[in-house]
Nanobody, 124 residues
Framework: QVQLVESGGGLVQAGGSLRLSCVVS????????MGWFRQAPGKEREFVAS????????NYADSVRGRFTISRDNAKNTIYLQMNSLEPEDTAVYYC?????????????????WGRGTQVTVSS
């Protein structure tokens, strides 16, 4: 079993920054592909960013490209999402997700493991 625990959410004013963390634990076989998703009130869960835990290029949703940065620390089994220039539209519960080999990196159904989420609220 793989467990994901997010942290780092909170309340921030527009233009501010937050860094989310996702700690990966449990028995892991092989490499994992990691993703960040978010779900705003009354909205469907949407893709934010993704990266292979072992390295490689990152993928970003157009809405966050240039503002958010996904990174990883393999030694600490942790994935990060640095969020800069936050906007009220970024307000959502942010989820960390993982899968050994997702069919589509930007589709939630492709990920087997999910964290409980962490709330991010951006005031205008």
């Amino acid at each position: 079993q793989v467990q994901l625990v997010e942290s780092g959410g909170g309340l921030v004013q527009a233009g501010g920054s937050l860094r989310l963390s996702c700690v990966v634990s449990g028995r892991i076989f092989g490499a994992l592909f990691m993703g960040w998703f978010r779900q705003a009130p009354g909205k469907e869960r949407e893709f934010v960013a993704s990266i292979w835990f072992g390295g490689g290029d990152a993928n970003y949703a157009d809405s966050v490209r240039g503002r958010f940065t996904i990174s990883r620390d393999n030694a600490k089994n942790t994935i990060y999402l640095q969020m800069n220039s936050l906007e009220p539209e970024d307000t959502a519960v942010y989820y960390c997700a993982a899968d050994p080999s997702p069919s589509l990196y930007d589709r939630g159904a492709s990920y087997r493991y999910w964290g409980r989420g962490t709330q991010v609220t951006v005031s205008s």
